[in-house]
């Protein structure tokens, strides 16, 4: 026992036992926060080509992960083609957060409205509304891949609303902000509305370039 071969005092022995049971329960704590976030994939920053994405910078992204505007209730938006980064920064700040024992919890457009909708048929819309309003971090990837229904708008709103300088919002969209009429069934007034909360405490960041998914395939296909 490496105790008794280094002659560990009583004190150091106990001191060593309630170290390695922190370090196992922040452990656990991590990886429950994980399993919340329902991230589809693990993507973290030291995974990120910024070689061949340099639309943005390592320092910033750093800095982002540093989780600051998580706890001053501001958002994050990534806009840009498909395949540039915008769910792998978004990921893998969101793993950032959890590290540091915030909870953050993912979810597609799609997915968010199917859910939404879902709830308001089973009449459990305010629970499931609050899984999306209760975290600290919420990140929306894939806004703006399929056109929203006027009634799927509104569910889309009411969650911007709800976190409205009450928690931070990463929202990745493939299309500029001058389009985002389209994405919400060419309703002008809620897209206006609903960038006016979105992007009042707000950086917002666009990756431009080819798809890094071509990339690799083109590599791999040489």
Not at 41 to 57: E, G, H, R
Not at 115 to 135: S, V
């Amino acid at each position: 026992m490496l105790a008794a071969s280094e002659h560990w005092t009583y004190e150091h022995f106990l001191d060593q036992v309630l170290s390695d049971q922190e370090q196992q329960a922040d452990e656990r704590s991590r990886e429950a926060l994980l399993r919340f976030a329902s991230f589809p994939y693990k993507k973290t920053i030291q995974d990120f080509d910024f070689a061949f994405q340099n639309s943005i910078s390592p320092q910033v992204i750093a800095e982002l992960a540093e989780c600051a505007f998580i706890r001053q209730h501001q958002n994050i938006v990534f806009l840009g083609p498909p395949g540039t980064g915008k769910t792998h920064l978004a990921i893998a700040l969101g793993i950032e957060a959890t590290k540091r024992r915030l909870k953050v919890r993912f979810t597609t457009c799609t997915d968010l409205i199917t859910r939404l909708k879902e709830a308001k048929e089973r009449n459990t819309y305010q629970r499931r509304l609050a899984a999306y309003t209760g975290p600290s971090l919420l990140i929306i990837d894939e806004v703006g891949f399929n056109p929203l229904k006027s009634d799927e708008t509104v569910l889309l709103f009411d969650v911007i609303c709800k976190r409205y300088e009450r928690g931070s919002v990463i929202l990745t969209a493939n299309k500029s902000y001058t389009d985002w009429a389209e994405i919400f069934s060419g309703d002008a007034v809620i897209a206006t509305a609903l960038l006016d909360r979105l992007l009042h405490h707000s950086q917002s960041f666009v990756l431009k370039g080819e798809s890094y998914r071509m990339k690799e395939f083109m590599e791999n296909k040489i």
